[in-house]
DNA sequence: CTATTAATTGGTCGGCCGATTAATAAAATA
DNA sequence: TATTTTATTAATCGGCCGACCAATTAATAG
């Protein structure tokens, strides 16, 4: 009755990461142990050694590889955009609708804030900056966008909006509720947000 | 030779609270070991479960004492507001340069909505919410504000446009740089999202 | 002044943490 | 098939964690 068991490295190494990544999202690093991610997807504690080295590079490379699928979707939504409005406004709905699909980006994000983690992969991120940052230059040159703001600032509120969202989306459920909001909340917050950011919040003028 | 030492028990648990906070924000809650905040406030470990009970019951104080703070100060700033343009611009700026004054307040408020077991912060924040909810309404309704936005909506923005900037300004100066800004980095971005979020972005008509 | 309470100390406890090792079994290689 | 490599397991390590306790000392109440 000895049941030849099979083996698949790649499928418990994925194993290891996808629950992994489940529990520290859920409690953050600090608060998460070993034992906690080796129940979870019912493999040995050991094994996490073996394929990661240690808790911390388990943690390093769940960071790397959800931040590359990040990145280089950035890196298409960015360099698709032409400087009009038009396109910044799809780019803002593809940036959106990207968060919206890979909600985790968000939370790694959140967690590398609240414990101080110098995650060093920042600097592809600078990178992506500094090409969206010419198209805003352009857009405005353009007289497309006022320029009597830094375009640093007006890229930063443009992914503040986004990010803010689906971190602290929870947040918003809770104290304001969701009567007679559309069932597709996030349809209904990236109106609004579209609608102030591209147009104001003052009252039409015609 | 025997210094008779004195005493001062509020003095030393005000040390442990100031000592636990600035740990516990820097590394995070489950990075953080008492022998830590002991260290830094000069205390013995043992008169942290003196007077606190527990790891938890310190971090549950020190949440609840800066959101408390935080709380009479956003209701003074709310219940001051009048619902017109030019006063909710100053309540704007008002939270802003509290979240200023107080940048711990931004990481503690993210640390209690991500841990969701803190009822009284909840309660007592969705009830200011709430007060908030009725200027902007009241403003909506007396035309000062476009009304094609839920309200709830146009608050979280407001809100969101503020907490995000202490949260991720590092990453701003990181990624961005500061080259061509004002040093006073807070004052250039509080009057970028106020013309963002009070005139929009597209260009001057006039 | 005495008795009681509260603050402070140092030492200690069991337990879990992350990490390591050695042994075993399956795969891959030759 | 024989041999090497790799995946998997279980047992175990030292260390630190949060918590507890007993003793000491200062402050306070009577």
């Not at 497309?144 to 986004?162: H, P, S, T, Y």
Request: aromatic letters at 12%.
């Amino acid at each position: 009755m000895t049941s030849k068991q099979i083996r698949n490295p790649e499928a418990t190494r994925e194993a290891l990461l996808e629950a992994a990544e489940a529990v520290f999202l859920e409690k953050g690093f600090g608060n998460t142990s070993l034992s906690d991610i080796a129940r979870r997807a019912d493999i040995t504690k050991s094994l996490i050694h073996h394929y990661f080295n240690s808790k911390e590079g388990l943690w390093q490379e769940i960071k790397t590889r959800r931040f590359m699928v990040y990145a280089d979707r950035q890196l298409e939504i960015i360099q698709d955009a032409e400087p009009s409005v038009e396109l910044l406004r799809a780019s803002l709905v593809f940036y959106f609708d990207f968060l919206k699909r890979n909600p985790q980006i968000v939370r790694i994000l959140a967690w590398i804030f609240l414990e101080n983690d110098n995650y060093d992969c920042m600097q592809k991120d600078k990178e992506l900056i500094d090409i969206g940052l010419q198209k805003v230059k352009q857009a405005q040159a353009a007289g497309e966008i006022r320029d009597d703001v830094d375009a640093r600032f007006l890229l930063f509120v443009f992914i503040g909006l986004c990010q803010h969202w689906f971190q602290d989306k929870e947040h918003f459920i809770a104290d304001f509720g969701t009567d007679g909001l559309p069932e597709k909340l996030d349809d209904g917050y990236l109106e609004a947000i579209i609608k102030i950011f591209f147009e104001g919040i003052l009252p039409r003028k015609r």
